[in-house]
C-alpha cells in the first residue's frame, strides 16, 4: 500500500517505467486508462474497444482487478487499462488508491471516464476529481438510450464547455459512439485537442490560503508540476503515497515536460 | 453371515478379486461404535461431561477481551514501564497547559502512593528525563521527547478506533491507554500512514508529529466563556471518566458549535445543535472552545432521515460527526452532502434498509446510519429535480 | 546538493502538517461539499428532464413488487428454489453421461493402454487410478451443475435482481453483524464455495466481507450434497418404514442444508462481535436499474470466468490429491498399508466423535474436492476391513450403482445409523476443500483468516458430532 515496489498493483506504469513491470510495452503508442463510477458500464466500453469478454454484471463494483487489453487505430497501438470502479478518489480504499495512482503516476496519455448519463450529476464528481489529477481526459456519457427512456436530455456541447474536455455521447451495450470515443481518445493523445480541464474554485478561504501556501513551496521545489493546488491538497489530506512521492522527490519526475507530442 | 478372508492384504492388482457376492470381515469384532465405547467401558454421560469441560475451558482460554490469553498478554505488560510513561505524559500535559505540577497532583494522578511517586520521580530524575524546579517538575528535552511518542501512539490509536472499528467510544481511551506502552513509534508510523495520516485525535487534541512537533495549545475552557458568545468545542477531556461518559451522552462532540445562552450560579446554559443544554463550571471545564467571533449562531434543530417516510422528500443538511471515518466517507461518496434532495422510495420487505433516491439512484441506507443523516423536510412533494 | 534537496521536501512535509493542524477538524469534509457544489452547478446547466415525471416508473413498479412485505420473500425463495431444482434435475443426465464416458469406459481403455505399453503397476496405478481417475471424477461431478448453476445466478444478477434480494435479507444479516450481500454469496455457495467467496467481493465493506468469506463454507456445496443424499437414503431412510423413506431422508437432507444457513449466521454473528470487531465496516447497497440481460454473452462469460475457472482450480487440486490417495492405499509399512496403519491408529479417537478412522482419512486426502470423499471412503472401507469381491483394488476409488451394495460394503465397515448421521453433520462442518482454502488466501491475502477459515468449521464438526454422539449414546445405548 504504501511501497512503491511491491508491484502486484503498482501504479507506476509510465512508459519508461513500463519496460521493469513486465508489461511488453514495446510497441504501444499510447496509454488510455478507463475511470468511471461502478456499474456506468465501463467493462462494456473496456470490451467493445478491446474486443475482449471482461465480465460485466450489473452489480455495482464487478471489475475488481484490473484487465487490460489493447486496439490499434489509425496506425497507432492503444493499451488500454481498465480501473477499479470508483464513486471518488478521496478516500481511503484500496481500489480508489489504484484507480488514483495510475492517473497520477503512471500518467496515461489519455483518461477516458465514463459516466452514466442517466445520472451525471452524481457521477460528475468523479469527473471534476479525475480532472484536478490529469488535463488529459475525454468524457464518454454512456447508457444514452437509458436517459432518452427517461426523457432526460443533456447539453454535450455546453458540457464539453464546461469541463474543457471532449464530450462523447455513447451506449456501450449497442456499440453505439465507440467509434466517435476513439477518434476523440486520438485527437486528445495526439495532442489535436487540447484540454482545458475544470479546476474547482470554491472553497473556502481558509482552505485556500493553505492550499496557496503549500502549492507556492511545491512550486518553487518541483517546477512544471502540472497539478500543483490537487498536491497539495492532497498533502494535507495526509495521502500516504504522495507523501512518499514527496519525500523521495519521485513526484519531481511527473514535472519533467509534458508528455512527448505528436511526431 | 460372515467369512474370514485368509489374506489380510487385498494387494494391488485385481487378481485376487473373487465373484464372491457375499461379504467378508476380516476378523469376527463387531466394529460398532457403542461397542467399542462399551469395550473402552466410558459412561456416555461420563464423556459428555468431559467434553463439557474440555469446551468450556477451551472457550475460556481463547476468549477474546476476557480469555486466559488476552490476561496473559495483559500481565506481560512491564507494569514500572507503564508507570514511568504515565508519569512522563501526565507531567507533558502540565506543561501544555501551563498548570503547575507537583508531587501530589502525580501521586493522584497515577493513583499511587506519595512514597511510590517520590522513588518514581527519583528514578525518572536518574534517567535524565526530568528535572526539578523550585518544588515543580519540569521535563528535560528527551523527556520531553519520551512523553511525546507515546503521546502520539495514544491519539494515533483512538483516531484509529474512531475511524476504522466499530469499537464504542467509551472503550477507546482504555484501550489506547493499554496500547501507547506497547506499540513500537515505527509500528505507530506505519498505522497513521494507513489510515491517512491524521493530525488531530477524535477528542480534538492535535497528534504530535513523527518529528516530535505539536503546535501551541489553542483555546480556552467553555467555563470562561460569557453569555451571547458563540464557540466551537475543540476538545473534550475524557479524563476522568465519569465526567467524559455524561458529556457524550448530552451529545457534545468536538466541532460542535455552542452558542452560550446564559451564565448564572456556577452553571452556563448554552445552545448546542438547536438543543437547550445545561452544565455546571466543574463539567463545562472538561470542555475546550475556540471562539467564534462573527459567526451567526445555528439554531435550527434537524431532523433525521430516518424520519422521512417512503415518498416524502427533503434536503441533507449534513452528516453527525459521530459518523467518522470510511463510513463518513462513504456516504458522502454517495452524495449525502448539504443541499442534495433525498426521496425515501421504498422500504426492504424486512422493513430495515429504506432505498432512498439520491441523485438520480437509489442507494440502500440503514436505519442506523439515517440517524447520522440530518435533513430539512421540503413542503414540495416527491418531484424530483433533474438528475 | 541531494541532502539538500531532501531537506526541502521534508520542510514541505512539516508545512503540510503545521497547516493541517491551522485547518482544524474534518475539512475533507469541505473538499467534497466544493466538488459537488461544481458538479451541480454543471448539471444544472447542462442536463434537462423532459416530461412531467422521470420515467423510471418501470423499475419503480418491479421494485415495488419484489421488495413487498407479502409478496418480497415468497418470490425470492421461489427464484431461487426454481433455480436450485433446475440445476439438481438438469444435471443429473449429463453428469451420468460424463461419468459413464470418463469413469466406465476410458479408465479401463487407460488402464489397460498402460498395461500395453509396458507400463509398470505402480506407474499405471498413481497416473491411471490416482491422478486421472480423481480428475475424472472431479469433472463428472462438478462439471454439470456448475454450468447450468452459475449461468442462471448471472442472469438473476445482470437483470439485477441480486441486489434486491440483498436489500430484502439485510436485515437479517445486520443482526448477525454482517451484508445483505451475505445472502447473494452464501447462495452462491450452494453452487461451489469457492464460487461464493469470490462473489464475496461485491460486499465494499472490508469487516463484512471477510465475515462473508469465513462462512460461506457452511453452504452445503454442491460437491457435499450427493454425500448428503446418498447417506440419509441409506441410514436415515432405512431407519424408518418404507413408505415414509423417500420424505424423511429427504427432509433430513434439507435439515442439514438449513442446520448449514443456520450456523452461517450463528458464526458470523461471533465472529463480529469478538475478533472482527475491530475491523472496518461501512455499508453501502446501490440499487441498480433493472436491465435485460444479454443471454448468450451471459452463458459465455459465466462460463469462462466462474464455471471453467473453478473446475480448472479443482483439476489442479485434484490430481495431486488422486496420488496421495493411491499412494497410501499401496505403500505397506510391515504387512498393512499407509491407510490401514493410519486407521487402526485412528478409530478409537474417532469412535468418541462418532465417526471412524476411514472417515477420518477420507476426509484428510480428499480434501481437493467433496466429490471424491464417498469414492474415497469407500474405497478404504473394502480395503480395511479386507472385503473382497468389492471395488476395483487397493487405491482405486469406485462408486456403486446399486444404493444396496453401497449400504453392505458401510455396513460391514461397521457403519450404524448414528455413523451415517455424524457423516452428514461431519461433511457439513468440516474444513473447506482445497480449492476454497486456495480461494480463500488469494481473496484475503491473509494467511491467518485463511487457517481461521480452515480451523473453525472443522473445530465446531468435531464438537456437534461429539456431542451427538454421547446424548445419542446416552439415551439410545442401554438397549
Avoid at chain 3, 395 to 404: A, K, P, R, W, Y
Amino acid at each position: 500500500m504504501n511501497s512503491q515496489h511491491d508491484c502486484e498493483n503498482c501504479p507506476v506504469h509510465h512508459r519508461e517505467n513500463l519496460i521493469r513491470l513486465g508489461i511488453a510495452m514495446d510497441r504501444v503508442d499510447y496509454v488510455v486508462a478507463l475511470a468511471g463510477n461502478p456499474n456506468t458500464g465501463k467493462s462494456t466500453v473496456f470490451n467493445n474497444l478491446t474486443g475482449l469478454r471482461q465480465h460485466t454484471g450489473n452489480w455495482p463494483g464487478k471489475t475488481v482487478t484490473r484487465a487490460e487489453g489493447g486496439y490499434s487505430y489509425a496506425e497507432k497501438r492503444y493499451k488500454v487499462v481498465d480501473l477499479p470502479g470508483t464513486y471518488s478518489l478521496l478516500s481511503t480504499s484500496t481500489d480508489e488508491e489504484t484507480a488514483r495512482d495510475f492517473i497520477l503516476f503512471g500518467r496515461p496519455d489519455v483518461t477516458v471516464i465514463v459516466a452514466d448519463a442517466t445520472r451525471l450529476e452524481r457521477n460528475l464528481n468523479l469527473v471534476l476529481q479525475v480532472l484536478e489529477i490529469t488535463d488529459r481526459a475525454v468524457l464518454c456519457l454512456n447508457l444514452m438510450d437509458e436517459a432518452k427512456r427517461n426523457h432526460i436530455e443533456i447539453d454535450e456541447r455546453n458540457l464539453s464547455a464546461e469541463l474543457g474536455i471532449p464530450v462523447i455521447p455513447a451506449a456501450a451495450r449497442q456499440k453505439e459512439g465507440m467509434p466517435e470515443l476513439i477518434a476523440a481518445i486520438e485527437e486528445v493523445a495526439s495532442g489535436r485537442y487540447v484540454c482545458q480541464p475544470h479546476r474547482l474554485k470554491s472553497r473556502s478561504p481558509k482552505l485556500n490560503h493553505a492550499v496557496s501556501t503549500l502549492a507556492q513551496k511545491l512550486a518553487a521545489q518541483f517546477p512544471g508540476l502540472p497539478n500543483l493546488n490537487w498536491v497539495a491538497l492532497r498533502l494535507l489530506e495526509g495521502d500516504q503515497s504522495i507523501i512518499e512521492a514527496v519525500r523521495t522527490g519521485e513526484l519531481g519526475k511527473l514535472s519533467t515536460g509534458v508528455l512527448s507530442p505528436q511526431p | 453371515m460372515f467369512c474370514v478372508n485368509g489374506n489380510p492384504l487385498n494387494g494391488a492388482s485385481k487378481a485376487h478379486q473373487s465373484n464372491c457376492a457375499c461379504v467378508y470381515l476380516r476378523n469376527t469384532t463387531d466394529y460398532s461404535i457403542t461397542a467399542a465405547l462399551m469395550i473402552l467401558n466410558i459412561h456416555p454421560g461420563l464423556s459428555l461431561l468431559a467434553g463439557i469441560l474440555v469446551v468450556a475451558v477451551l472457550a475460556w482460554v481463547f476468549w477474546p477481551q476476557n480469555g486466559l490469553f488476552a490476561l496473559i498478554d495483559r500481565l506481560r505488560m512491564n507494569s514500572r514501564r507503564v508507570l514511568l510513561e504515565d508519569a512522563l505524559k501526565y507531567l507533558f500535559d502540565c506543561e501544555y497547559k501551563n498548570i503547575d505540577c507537583g508531587l501530589h497532583s502525580i501521586a493522584g494522578n497515577l493513583h499511587i502512593s506519595a512514597d511510590q511517586a517520590t522513588r518514581l520521580l527519583d528514578r525518572l530524575r536518574a534517567m535524565g528525563l526530568i528535572t526539578m524546579k523550585d518544588q515543580f517538575f519540569q521535563l528535560t528535552d528527551s523527556g520531553k521527547s519520551y512523553a511525546l511518542r507515546v503521546i502520539r501512539v495514544h491519539r494515533i490509536w483512538e483516531r484509529y478506533l474512531a475511524d476504522e472499528t466499530g469499537i464504542d467510544q467509551m472503550e477507546w481511551h482504555g484501550a489506547a491507554d493499554r496500547k501507547e506502552h506497547r506499540m513500537s513509534a515505527e509500528a505507530a508510523d506505519a498505522l497513521a500512514a494507513q489510515i491517512g495520516n491524521p493530525v488531530f485525535d477524535p477528542h480534538g487534541d492535535p497528534i504530535p508529529s513523527a518529528q516530535g512537533e505539536l503546535p501551541e495549545h489553542k483555546g480556552q475552557p467553555f467555563s470562561s466563556l460569557e453569555e451571547g458568545a458563540i464557540a466551537r468545542i475543540v476538545h473534550i477531556e475524557d479524563e476522568p471518566h465519569t465526567i467524559y461518559e455524561q458529556l457524550v451522552a448530552l451529545g457534545l462532540y468536538p466541532g460542535m458549535q455552542v452558542y452560550v445562552l446564559d451564565v448564572a450560579n456556577g452553571k452556563i446554559t448554552f445552545a448546542a445543535d438547536g438543543e437547550e443544554c445545561v452544565l455546571t463550571a466543574l463539567f463545562a471545564s472538561s470542555i475546550t472552545v475556540e471562539l467564534l467571533p462573527d459567526q451567526e449562531p445555528l439554531s435550527t434543530k434537524a431532523t433525521l432521515l430516518s424520519s422521512l417516510q417512503v415518498g416524502e422528500s427533503a434536503e441533507i443538511v449534513g452528516i453527525s460527526p459521530n459518523c467518522r471515518g470510511q463510513q463518513r466517507r462513504r456516504l458522502m461518496d454517495l452524495g449525502i452532502v448539504p443541499g442534495t434532495p433525498v426521496t425515501a422510495e421504498l422500504r426492504s420487505a424486512s422493513g430495515d434498509p429504506t432505498g432512498y433516491r439520491i441523485m438520480g439512484a437509489t442507494i440502500g441506507i440503514r436505519k442506523s446510519q439515517a440517524d447520522f443523516i440530518f435533513i430539512e423536510k421540503k413542503e414540495t412533494t416527491a418531484d424530483e429535480q433533474p438528475a | 546538493m541531494a541532502k539538500k534537496q531532501q531537506n526541502s521536501n521534508e520542510d514541505i512535509l512539516s508545512l503540510a502538517n503545521n497547516l493541517r493542524w491551522e485547518l482544524g477538524v474534518d475539512f475533507h469534509d469541505t473538499v467534497i461539499e466544493s466538488i459537488y457544489a461544481d458538479a451541480s452547478r454543471i448539471a444544472r446547466k447542462t442536463v434537462r428532464t423532459q416530461g412531467e415525471k422521470p420515467a423510471y416508473n418501470w423499475d419503480f413498479k418491479i421494485d415495488r413488487i419484489v421488495t413487498s412485505r407479502w409478496l418480497g420473500f415468497p418470490i425470492m425463495f421461489l427464484l431461487l428454489a426454481l433455480v436450485f431444482w433446475i440445476t439438481v434435475s438438469g444435471a443429473n443426465y449429463p453428469s451420468g453421461l460424463l461419468a459413464g464416458l470418463l469413469i466406465d469406459s476410458l479408465h479401463p481403455v487407460l488402464k489397460n493402454g498402460a498395461t500395453a505399453i509396458g507400463m509398470p503397476w505402480w506407474l499405471s496405478g498413481v497416473l491411471v487410478d490416482g491422478a486421472y481417475l480423481s480428475m475424472a471424477w472431479v469433472i463428472a461431478v462438478m462439471l454439470p451443475p456448475m454450468a447450468i448453476f452459475f449461468p442462471l445466478f448471472t442472469l438473476l444478477e445482470d437483470f439485477g435482481y441480486l441486489p434486491r434480494v440483498a436489500f430484502n435479507m439485510d436485515s437479517l444479516f445486520r443482526r448477525a453483524g454482517a451484508h445483505g450481500k451475505q445472502a447473494l454469496t452464501l447462495s452462491m455457495g450452494f453452487g461451489c464455495n469457492a464460487a461464493g467467496v469470490i462473489a464475496a467481493r461485491v460486499i465494499d465493506s472490508p469487516r463484512e466481507r471477510l465475515i462473508a468469506i469465513l462462512t460461506n463454507n457452511f453452504s452445503l456445496c454442491n460437491g457435499r450434497w450427493p454425500t448428503q443424499i446418498l447417506i440419509a437414503t441409506i441410514f436415515i431412510g432405512g431407519a424408518v418404514p418404507a413408505h415414509w423413506a423417500g420424505l424423511v431422508s429427504a427432509g433430513a437432507v434439507v435439515g442439514i442444508a438449513v442446520l448449514g444457513i443456520f450456523f452461517s449466521l450463528v458464526v458470523s454473528w461471533g465472529l463480529s462481535k469478538s475478533v472482527l470487531r475491530g475491523e472496518t465496516s461501512a455499508f453501502s447497497l446501490e440499487l441498480p436499474p433493472y436491465r435485460p440481460p444479454r443471454i448468450l454473452q451471459t452463458l459465455y462469460t459465466s462460463l469462462i470466468d466462474r464455471t471453467i475457472f473453478v473446475l480448472w482450480r479443482a483439476i489442479v487440486f485434484a490430481i495431486p490429491a488422486g496420488i496421495v490417495i493411491w499412494l497410501v492405499a499401496n505403500i505397506h509399512l510391515g504387512d498393512l498399508s499407509l491407510a490401514e496403519h493410519f486407521i487402526q491408529w485412528a478409530d478409537p479417537f474417532a469412535f468418541f466423535f462418532g465417526l471412524n478412522g476411514v472417515i477420518l482419512l477420507a476426509y484428510i486426502i480428499a480434501i481437493p474436492a467433496n466429490e471424491i470423499v464417498i469414492p474415497t471412503v469407500l474405497m478404504l472401507t473394502v480395503l480395511s476391513t479386507g472385503l473382497s469381491g468389492m471395488g476395483e483394488g487397493a487405491g482405486v476409488m469406485f462408486e456403486l450403482n446399486s444404493v444396496t451394495d453401497t449400504e453392505n460394503i458401510l455396513r460391514a465397515g461397521g457403519w450404524t445409523l448414528l455413523t451415517g448421521l455424524n457423516l452428514m453433520l461431519f461433511s457439513l462442518l468440516h474444513n473447506p476443500c482445497s480449492t476454497t482454502i486456495y480461494t480463500i488466501f488469494k481473496e484475503t491475502h491473509s494467511a491467518k483468516w485463511t487457517l481461521v477459515a480452515t480451523l473453525l468449521p472443522i473445530v465446531l464438526g468435531f464438537i456437534v458430532c461429539f456431542f451427538t454422539t454421547q446424548v445419542w449414546l446416552l439415551f439410545f445405548s442401554h438397549r
